[in-house]
């Protein structure tokens, strides 16, 4: 059982004189830890917890969801994706529904999996989906270097991978959420160190703390978090010790050697420059949206659907009419109600149900 005693009791003289304490945990996992644990109701009265863009699959640009969709339907690859992709809704349905129509639609794992499946079928193009942040980067480079030097020629990617700090950054900037602190991503912050933090507390005066995934270790965070505000001596830090200050160096210089940053398109959060990242010139064969000339497609959100104010912290998911009405786990709108780290799968799945 966790002790949130300290946590009170910091709480309790930050509290005076304000409406609310707002820690935001970028990681969609920290989410669904938070959700399942039912820590929200062992804290202070006053201490919010709210969602930020930390899942990979809530982020993703619907115009990224239609060019994968129209890919599938044109018949002429098989897509290769991680699982929570293939339900997000397009403009014009899923990946499930384009598979139910007779698209080539593959579940991988991994992205060494779909490297397989090109290598198995040599008369098909396979191209993976490559979507997350900088813990699953280093496996589709690893990926694009084996399908290069094995000579597998029908494995292509199309590319949406992000780096979580601009985005962190663009919502500090925009202002529109209030965010005392952040709950900075343990898997992530493995790849990148915790120290790669330091200019967002610089810049903004705010607290960015690592943590890891189990209950004990989200109590840690919040605390060391609160310490820091009552203190008025934000910092970067972790509570996690599996990440080193300075990450995975090595991870970064495989991901430099297959990637270049570019601007991207998020959910909710518009284009955020250098925020993403591409293949290199190099590596142009190897890219699905060159190799199969996909067209530009606009941006379209689903009529009523709130994903886009949740998962930058603007709303709880229940604050959404269609939350568990319209929008549920077996009938989803948007991604945030699809993906195994979406907040509104976690609000559905452990909190109050709507309706």
């Known amino acids: ?122 008369g098909r193009q396979v191209v993976f989906l490559a979507v997350g942040f900088e813990t699953t980067t280093p496996g589709t480079a690893m990926a694009v270097l084996r399908a290069r030097n094995e000579a597998v020629d029908n494995f292509k990617v199309l590319t949406a991978h992000k780096v979580i700090l601009p985005a962190m950054r663009a919502l500090l900037a925009d202002g529109q959420a209030r965010i005392d602190g952040f709950l900075c991503p343990g898997h992530v912050s493995v790849i990148l160190g915790w120290r790669a933090y330091q200019p967002l507390v610089a810049e903004f005066g705010r607290p960015c703390v690592v943590a890891g995934f189990d209950p004990g270790q989200v109590v840690a965070g919040i605390e060391e978090i609160l310490v820091q505000l009552a203190a008025n001596q934000p910092r970067c830090c972790t509570v996690y010790p599996s990440v080193a200050p300075e990450g995975n160096v090595e991870a970064r210089r495989i991901i430099g050697l297959v990637f270049e940053g570019c601007d991207a398109a998020w959910r909710a959060l518009g284009v955020i420059p250098a925020s993403g990242l591409k293949l290199r010139e190099e590596f142009a064969a190897q890219d699905a949206a060159r190799c199969f000339d996909l067209p530009e497609v606009a941006s379209r959100e689903p009529a009523g659907c709130r994903c886009g104010e949740v998962i930058t912290g603007r709303c709880d998911p229940t604050d959404c009419g269609m939350f568990g009405v319209r929008c549920a786990p077996a009938s ?24």
């Not at 009791?9 to 935001?24: F, K, N, P, T, V």
């Not at 907040?343 to 309706?355: D, E, I, L, T, V």
């Open 1 to 122: 059982m966790v002790n949130c005693e300290k946590i009170h009791e910091l709480a309790r003289g930050m509290l005076a004189g304000r409406d609310a304490l707002r820690i935001m945990e970028v990681c969609g996992t920290h989410t669904m830890v938070i959700a399942a644990s039912g820590l929200r109701s062992l804290l202070p009265e006053g201490l919010k917890l709210i969602s930020g863009p930390g899942c990979p699959v809530c982020v993703t640009d619907q115009a990224y969801v239609d060019q994968a969709v129209a890919l599938a339907l044109r018949g002429q690859a098989v897509i290769a994706t991680y699982g929570d992709m293939v339900r997000v809704p397009g403009s014009s349905g899923s990946l499930a529904d384009a598979r139910a129509r007779g698209a080539a639609v593959e579940v991988v794992y991994s992205a060494d999996q779909a490297v397989e499946l090109a290598r198995k079928a040599p």
């Open 332 to 355: 989803p709108i948007g991604p945030c109600m699809v993906s195994s780290e979406g907040a509104c799968a976690a609000a559905y799945k452990y909190g109050r149900r709507a309706g």
